[in-house]
């Protein structure tokens, strides 16, 4: 069964301070895809970064990065440069393709404070 | 604009009111799915399409019916509403093998 664990249910940062946030996962696909998604206090869904399991080179979109190690089943995201408007619930998930089966599953979030 | 629409955004209802939340996407996407948020538990899938009259079961199924009549829609209804489908529901699309699924602004549902 597809699995996404984020242990971390708070954390805080001081703003411009760098920040890990983790996520391991478990899925016996061959090919899937990592996402991190970002939800504000305002409640939308936001798309951050991306990461395909066949992808030697982490993914990298501005101040996010997403430290990806296959074996060991992890999918960090890291925030440099912290802002006060990160203040937000961090969602990790996977998408798998086994079988047809086309499923994108979560963590459970993580809710992450910047402070000034 | 690129977008996934869902109506109504805030809903209270009653006990066993049927109810349906819509959503539409302008994409031409393939998959759409429908999730629950609930405090520690993250989102939860439903149900999902893979097309057109192609439907089938998420994680938390019970007391949910979808369908997948037109590419484009891909309503939620609650035939009969209890207390705890009280949540936040996201309508979500992508194509079959793309990236990044795109979300809807959420509907946040509440039954008494």
């Known amino acids: 069964a597809q699995k996404i664990t984020q242990t971390q249910p708070g954390m805080f940062v001081q703003e411009k301070e760098a920040v890990t946030l983790d996520c391991t996962y478990d899925?016996?696909?061959?090919?899937?895809?990592l996402f991190w998604y970002k939800q504000p206090s305002s409640g939308e869904m936001i798309f951050l970064i991306y990461q395909g399991s066949y992808d030697e080179q982490n993914a990298t979109e501005g101040r996010y990065s997403l430290n990806f190690q296959k074996a060991r089943k992890s999918a960090n995201l890291v925030i440099s440069a912290s802002q006060l408007g990160d203040s937000a619930m961090y969602f990790c998930a996977m998408r798998g393709f086994s079988g047809g089966y086309n499923k994108l599953i979560f963590g459970a979030g993580t809710r992450l404070a910047v402070h000034p | 604009e690129a977008q996934v629409t869902q109506n109504p955004r805030y809903l209270i209802t009653v006990t066993g009111k049927k109810l349906t939340v819509t959503c539409s996407q302008n994409m031409n996407h393939e998959y759409m799915s429908w999730y629950r948020q609930d405090p520690g538990l993250g989102l939860r899938q439903i149900y999902y399409?893979?097309?057109?009259?192609?439907?089938d079961k998420g994680d938390v199924p019970e007391g949910y019916k979808v369908s997948r009549k037109e590419k484009r829609n891909f309503p939620l209804i609650l035939e009969s509403p209890s207390p705890n489908q009280t949540s936040l529901y996201f309508c979500a699309s992508t194509g079959l093998l793309a990236g990044e699924l795109f979300f809807g602004e959420g509907s946040r549902l509440t039954v008494l």
């Open positions: 399409s893979m097309n057109v009259e192609v439907t």
């Open positions: 899925t016996s696909d061959q090919s899937y895809g």
